[in-house]
């Protein structure tokens, strides 16, 4: 279930929280690390960090799907994988290619994102 129906949803109290810094989620991230035998490499910290967005229990949730399927060494490329987040060199391809100005480059590079099976919505939030 996505969504709380709205009869429940008005008898409710709706917390906002603000995101985090960046070097409060990476303190609680390496404590979490260290009492679970998890080594991150040197970008996957901020990497983490990163894709979070500065929601802790969503960096958690990441740090353990990654565990789960990885092991207990954890690469930058392995929570980009767990999170569904794009990797940076295709959003920068796409970039440069619209700045080009040149059609055909970006037209590949729209049909290079397709075939690989990318979220628009991913694309546009990640930009």
């Given at each position: 279930?996505l969504r709380i129906i709205e ?61 789960r399927l990885f092991g207990s ?55």
């Amino acid at each position: 279930m996505l969504r709380i129906i709205e009869p429940l949803a008005s008898r409710c109290a709706k917390f906002r929280f603000k995101p985090l810094s960046e070097e409060i989620t990476s303190s609680r991230i390496l404590h979490i690390c260290n009492e679970e035998g998890l080594t991150l490499d040197g970008e996957a910290l901020s990497t983490l960090s990163s894709i979070s967005q500065g929601d802790l229990c969503r960096a958690i949730t990441y740090l353990q799907g990654a565990a789960r399927l990885f092991g207990s060494s954890i690469s930058s490329e392995d929570l980009i994988s767990v999170s569904g987040a794009i990797r940076q060199e295709v959003t920068e391809a796409l970039y440069e290619a619209c700045k080009s100005g040149d059609f055909d480059l970006a037209n590949k590079e729209v049909n290079n994102i397709i075939a690989e099976g990318y979220p628009v919505s991913q694309i546009l939030a990640q930009a």
